[in-house]
């Protein structure tokens, strides 16, 4: 599951640096909570034009997210100084830790691979977790996802990095990492999810 918040220009990005250090602890301790990377971009800061903040959420139980988005549980915070943002969420379907899986992330990055109508799912799938398989054993990797999104038909790699995040994908979406609440980490399952 991931908001983005994108902010005005101009946006002075220590009030959401702020706001990350004296509240960010408020989710490591998370029932059903597999991870929570506080994300944020900068303009003009490693390929970005925009500042946002976009936190991405690794959540072990769905009924849980649920609470956190529409029970009280947490997310009311985020309607309250930002309005109610639009929230994608997709469908797991693996998990990979890395070697760095015991350092705190500096960075991470996501990338949305389109599925054309023409494209044959297995095929395109089993791709993508040989493909996450090998981005497992990436030098600073921590944690790596892949999902899909089955109402826009998009394949989301999603990972954390102990440093930068590798180039290799220049059509990745690149963020810092301001915290990391993970208290279900060790509960994400390995490899496959289905």
């Known amino acids: 599951m991931q908001y983005e918040i994108t902010l005005p220009a101009d946006y002075d ?54 609470e956190f988005l529409v029970g009280g549980g947490g997310f009311q915070g985020i309607v309250a100084d930002f309005g109610r943002p639009a929230v994608r969420h997709w469908t797991g379907l693996a998990v990979e830790a890395g070697r760095a899986r015991g350092t705190a992330p500096r960075a991470a990055s996501r990338r949305l691979v389109p599925l054309p109508a023409s494209a044959d799912l297995t095929e395109r799938v089993a791709a993508a977790l040989a493909g996450l398989r090998e981005l497992g054993g990436a030098d600073g990797l921590h944690t790596a996802a892949l999902a899909v999104d089955p109402h826009h038909w998009r394949l989301m790699t999603f990972a954390l990095w102990e440093r930068e995040a590798p180039g290799a994908h220049g059509d990745a979406e690149h963020y810092e990492v301001l915290h990391l609440s993970a208290p279900g980490l060790t509960r994400l399952p390995a490899g496959r999810t289905w």
């Open 13 to 66: 990005m220590t009030i959401v640096r702020e706001r990350v250090a004296t509240r960010g602890h408020a989710l490591d301790d998370r029932p059903g909570l597999g991870l929570k990377a506080y994300l944020v971009r900068e303009r003009g800061v490693a390929g970005s034009a925009v500042n946002q903040y976009a936190p991405f959420y690794l959540w072990n139980d769905a009924g849980r997210m649920g």
